[in-house]
Structure formats: C-alpha cells, structure tokens
C-alpha cells in the first residue's frame, strides 16, 4: 500500500515483471508528512485517467515503455478514448521494490549493488522548466550544496524565471522524507551505469517534451514534475507511478496554481506548520508535530473540482459533470484572496 494508492497483486513479481490493478485513492499528503485526515472527492479517479492518458500518449510516441495496461472499469479493460465515466483502477505491470535499511543512523543502500533486474529505482527524477519563488533551488545554491554547473546554468536564475533549458534533478524515494542528491549519487543507490544514467535523462527530457505540448494545447502551463522509473527483466528503462498528474506535476492555468498548492496554502497558515517546520526531520518527527488541522468544506469542495475539470481538460471530454476549469480557478482565486489576501 501507497501512501495515496493501493495495490492489488495479481501475479507476484519475480524474475519477470508482475501483474496488479493499482488502485488510485482520494487520499492526499503534503509536506512529506503522511496521509492527511481529510480526503479529496474524485481525485484518485482524476489522477488516475489522467496517468492513462499520458502513458498512452508515451506509447504512441515510442519514448518509452511504462507499466500501465489499461484502465478497469467493472474489471473490463478500457482505454482513455474508450471512456466516458469515472474510474479510479488502473491495471499494471508491477516491479520488485527494496527500501533501503538504516545503518549506523544512515540508509544503506548496499543491496541495490546486488540487483540485476526488475526493481524500481530507489530515486525519483525531477524535471524543471521554471524556477518559481520558493523553490528548494534556490536554498540549495545558497548553501552551496548544488551549483550552477550542476544544472547546466551559467547565471543564477531569478524567482519565477522560465529556463532556456529545462534542467534534471534527483531526490530520494524511499527515505523518511525526499532528500535531494547528485546525479553520481542518484546513479549510485540505484545502481545505473553511465550509459543508463544518460539514457535515463534524455527519456526524461522527451517525456517532459511531451507534457509541455500537451498541457499548453490546453492553456496550462507546465513548470516542473517528477517520474519514477523501473528496470525490467532486461533492464529495459519502465516509466511508472503516475504521470501528468496536478500531483506529479507543478501546473499553472491562469495565474493558478492547479495542484495541492492550494492545500499547502491552507496548511502554511496554520499553527501545524509552524510547528512542523521546527520538528521536521527529527526522530518521530511526524509524532511531535501531531495530527495536522481539518480542511474547511469549501476548501475541499474547490479542490476537488479543479482536479475533475482539469482531467476534463486534458481528456478533452466530460468525464466529470462539473464547471469548466476557467470557472473553477476564478472560484479558487477568490477563495485565496479572501482568506488569505
């Protein structure tokens, strides 16, 4: 079980890939703390047709090759193009994972030395094509624990500055919480070779590509995004999780956010925060901070629609009976300018 997905294991993997329905849900986490007290109506089958859909569109352009199968409805196969009701079940292909263990206070990651095959990479891969404010970019230059020249860039970048190039970035997967790392030391814990590494880039670069067309066919602006990748028997490169997702994806329509970014506005002028900032990445960190606030009902109910509008958007069909998406981020704004100026 996921965080914000469940698995139902079918065929077990082994020395081949197995078979499962991965079940998105309408849980939700921010901040890297966990599951959240509320749920967001609809998101897990919005999150769900809109992975579909992008992994489709991967397949059609043979970037590369993903776990996904297909849609379940009913336990009956369906493709995106094939659907005209909400579904939150996806059927895929299911990869061996290892976590790594805690040594002497530090994660090991000495068996993934060992795998030769048919695991998902222990790192997730992250693609920026702006630098909005706030981003960890921009603390990790000033401390000096990332450079320039690590991203490809000659001159520091400016708060919300679109890059001519879009860079690659690296950061744990299955430690306490998404710690950012090297590109040598991604391609150590994962045991890639330098061809795989590279190969890895440039798939994700393309993938990239491709969102950034599609959402801006659309009006929406694609900022940044992460992937999750998987060697399969033949240690083949398989894209999997979710993909072109509002969580997946930092995405902006109108000037907004259309992302948890709304929740983490909520959570950031909270008590909750402020204490979490304080606590975070200490022993039980998640205990001394205590069980986050609940969400206000107009909240929840504006979030919602903005992930069912926006799978709307991108399927190009109302799979959701609710208010375009222009609609929902005027509401969305006026919710934001009147709790939070």
Known sequence: MGTVKDF??????????????MKFSDRFSVFDYGVMPDTIEGKGAALCIISAYFFEKVKEKDIVRTHYIS???????YRTHELYEPTDEMLVRVFRVFKPEIVNGKYDYTPFKLLKRNYVLPIEVIYRNYLPEGSSVFRRLEKGELRLEDLGLKEMPKPGEKLKRPIVDFSTKYEDYDRYISKKEAMEIANLSEEEMTNLIETTLKINNLLTKEFYDRGIIHEDGKLEFALDGERNLRLVDAL??????????????????LLRIYYRNT?????????????????????????????KEIVSELYKSTCNEVLRKRIFDVPHLKEVVR???EYVEVNYG
């Open 8 to 21: 139902n294991i079918m065929i077990l993997p082994g020395k081949e890939y197995g078979l499962g329905i």
């Open 71 to 77: 849609l379940l409805v009913n336990r009956t196969t």
């Open 244 to 261: 072109g997702t509002p969580d997946e994806c930092r995405l902006r329509f109108e000037g907004l956010e259309i992302s948890k970014e």
């Open 271 to 299: 008590e909750w925060y402020k204490k979490l900032q304080a606590v975070k990445g200490k022993e039980n960190w998640r205990k001394l901070v205590g069980t986050p606030p609940r969400l206000p009902e107009e909240l």
């Open 331 to 333: 509401r969305a704004k």
